[in-house]
């Protein structure tokens, strides 16, 4: 179970990104954030694994409460939590394998990660990751290559290759086509149902979000306005949403 409480913050010390959010994820829900651009998406998925610390409240992923982690104890925490960003955060240079063995270094040691040395059972679990997402075929490709659907592609591998609980994306089809986008949001899916990852995800699509989200939470200013089921949605929270 992934959970916020009375989650606060401020930027700047001027600047509340966040005004008392509080959200309980049930292990295996698929939930959409969406919300108008400044509403608070990016802060509030970033606060789950604390890439932005809090100015107040508490996070906890099954019981654990990641405030009080920090260093070593945070990083094993944090490699049960995928995150896939817009911008995919793939090394260019590198190849497709390369970029997805990223997603095993949470369990090497320093000396490991420093000079990527990784087992057999690392390469396995990479290639099946990239089977998985279609891409087997691009393995010694540089990512630069690719387009950027595929890249999108990538980064879920890299994610699954950590073998998360969690998977927090965001906006990870704001850049691409409406049927990459749904391609993309498939494996999502994929990963939600077969593999029971838990998927916390922000869109700026309010379709795809109805489409493939169970539950819905809608921000405006910092706050939540909605937190319910996709088919629960109305035009009233919408206008209310992005008025």
């Known amino acids: 179970m992934l959970k916020a409480e009375n989650l606060q913050v401020i930027y700047d010390n001027k600047t509340l990104a966040l005004d008392d959010v509080s959200l309980t994820v049930a292990p295996g829900e698929f939930v959409g954030i969406i919300g108008s651009s400044g509403s608070g998406k990016s802060t509030l998925l970033k606060c789950m694994n604390l890439l932005v610390r809090p100015t107040r ?3 906890y992923l099954d019981e654990r409460d990641l405030m009080t982690l920090n260093g070593q104890s945070l990083r094993k925490v944090r490699r049960e939590m995928g995150f896939i960003f817009q911008d995919y955060n793939l090394i260019d240079r590198s190849t497709v394998i390369d970029n997805v063995l990223i997603g095993r270094l949470s369990y090497k040691t320093s000396l490991q990660s420093l000079f990527r040395i990784f087992s057999q059972e690392d390469y396995a679990r990479a290639k099946k ?7 087997e075929e691009k393995m010694y490709e540089r990512a630069d290559r ?4 595929q890249k999108q592609r990538v980064a879920i591998a890299k994610t699954l290759c950590q073998r998360p609980k969690v998977i927090l994306a965001d906006e990870p089809v704001a850049s691409l ?6 391609l993309i949001m498939e494996y999502f899916r994929r990963a939600n149902i077969k593999k029971n990852i838990t998927i916390l995800i922000n869109l700026h699509d309010v379709a795809l979000a109805k489409a493939y989200c169970s539950r819905i939470v809608g921000l405006k200013k910092g706050k939540v306005v909605y937190d319910g089921k996709a088919g629960d949605l109305t035009d009233d929270v919408l206008k209310r949403l992005y008025e």
């Open 146 to 149: 690719l387009s950027g659907g």
């Open 177 to 182: 086509d409406q049927a990459t986008a749904h």
């Open 129 to 135: 990751a990239l089977s998985y997402v279609a891409l």
């Open 57 to 59: 409240g508490t996070v």
